[in-house]
């Protein structure tokens, strides 16, 4: 006689299946979902936990870095004799006292580099890109302007601008010997500029020798501006004392102007319109004549580029009268403080 299992036994045995049941459901979930257990809240939580990509980076950082001065922008932030007024027109050349005044070797390294740039142009260094100058002559006093426009930097413009800010006490005074050996005498100030851009310096040069056998002397108005990542350069002198009204004009129109010029988006190009575009707001005109060509009577819309803002010259300030700087000893009792362009 075979004996039954206790009631006890039973529910033992029915306890233990199931357990072993819910354990390999519990295996089988987690193998399916990678041990979470919950794909729709781990997934976001590791989206959001990834960091952004190298190539994202870049290509966030391309986008919003500066873009380089084009050659185009440095010709349209140049001033115009509109800029300046009477008497100012485009210059026919170098004026003759560059070479005789200009040019000469110097013992004191900082001051010869100093006259170099001057006499080179090349106040800020020498232009690693962009680069558009143009120049003016003044027929009635024989006064010249030379503006320039730089790609540049900002670093290297204000290193630059901080050694022109040196010169005035290291080079105040000093002699270079010009051609044929004659001796020159070189006398550096400091010239406060209008509010203009974002990092300015002046300075006004003094050279005086000799000009085809007679005693000259020549002084010039030396500005540089930066804009931004640009720069500006403004020389204005002659051989009479510089009318410092024209200096202040070409830094003020000018730094403005460059401004503009760059925040002025390029117009697109002008692509031609081939025979079989049409205008998106107007359709085909109807052939009159059933054998006409579709392509023929469609009508063309060429695209048009947006007009450029211009900027207008500011009022020009009165002419102030020159007054011809006494030979001998009055050069020399001339004041050595610091000049003010405004």
Known sequence: MTRRPSPRAVRLLA?????????????????GDGGTGNTSQRRPAESAASPTSPASTAAQQASTAPTALTDTQARDALLTPTDLGAPWAPTKGAALWRDALLKGTVDKAD???????????????EPSGAHAVVGFDDSDEGDQIHYQVNAAHRADVDKRLDWLRTMPRKCGRFTAVG????????RVTEVRLPEAGD????LRLSTRGKLEGARATLTLDLAAVRVGD?????????????RTEYTVQAVQVGAERLLLTRNDPPAPPQTPVSGQSESPTESPNPSPNPSTSPTQSQSQSPSQSPSRETVRPQPQPPQQQQQEEADGDDWEQDSGQDEDLY
Request: hydrophobic share 35%.
């Open 111 to 125: 001051c010869g580099r100093l006259l170099d740039s001057v006499y080179t142009e090349e106040l800020l260094g």
């Open 230 to 242: 640009d720069a500006i350069v403004v020389t204005n002198g002659g051989l009479r004392e510089p």
């Open 199 to 202: 990092a300015r310096q002046g």
């Open 179 to 186: 051609p044929g050996g004659t001796r020159q005498e070189v």
């Open 15 to 31: 306890s233990a299946l199931g357990a072993v049941t819910l354990l390999t459901t519990a295996a089988c979930v987690r193998d």
